[in-house]
């Protein structure tokens, strides 16, 4: 098992940065890939990035692209997701997890509990 545990979330004003961690423990040798996704209310979860734990491979969704940045530190055992130029369209909870391909909900084994992130206009 794995457990995943973010933190950094908040209200931040439109045009600000936040970030995100999202701290690994459990069988973490056992980690491929983690991703992170949002779910606005009334909304599917949807994926936001993700990236591969040995080579530091990242992929974005397009909304997010040029203004997100995900970075890992391996001693760690943390995942970091750097949100600048936020915008309200970005206000929603964010989930890490983690997975051979978490670039769908459905390629995620593992979930952590979400941190809420609100970006006030």
């Known amino acids: 098992q794995v457990q995943l545990v973010e933190s950094g979330g908040g209200l931040v004003q439109a045009g600000g940065s936040l970030r995100l961690s999202c701290a690994a423990s459990?069988?973490?040798?056992?980690?491929?890939?983690m991703g992170w996704f949002r779910q606005a209310p009334g909304k599917e979860r949807e994926f936001v990035g993700a990236?591969?734990?040995?080579?530091?491979?990242?992929w974005y969704a397009d909304s997010v692209k040029g203004r997100f940045t995900i970075s890992r530190d391996i001693a760690k055992n943390t995942v970091y997701l750097q949100m600048n130029s936020l915008k309200p369209e970005d206000t929603a909870v964010y989930y890490c997890?983690?997975?051979?391909?978490?670039?769908?909900?459905?390629?995620?084994?593992?979930w952590g509990q979400g941190t809420q992130v609100t970006v006030a206009s």
């Open positions: 997890g983690a997975g051979f391909r978490p670039f769908q909900v459905t390629g995620v084994d593992y």
């Open positions: 459990g069988r973490t040798f056992s980690i491929y890939r």
């Open positions: 990236i591969t734990w040995g080579d530091s491979s990242t």
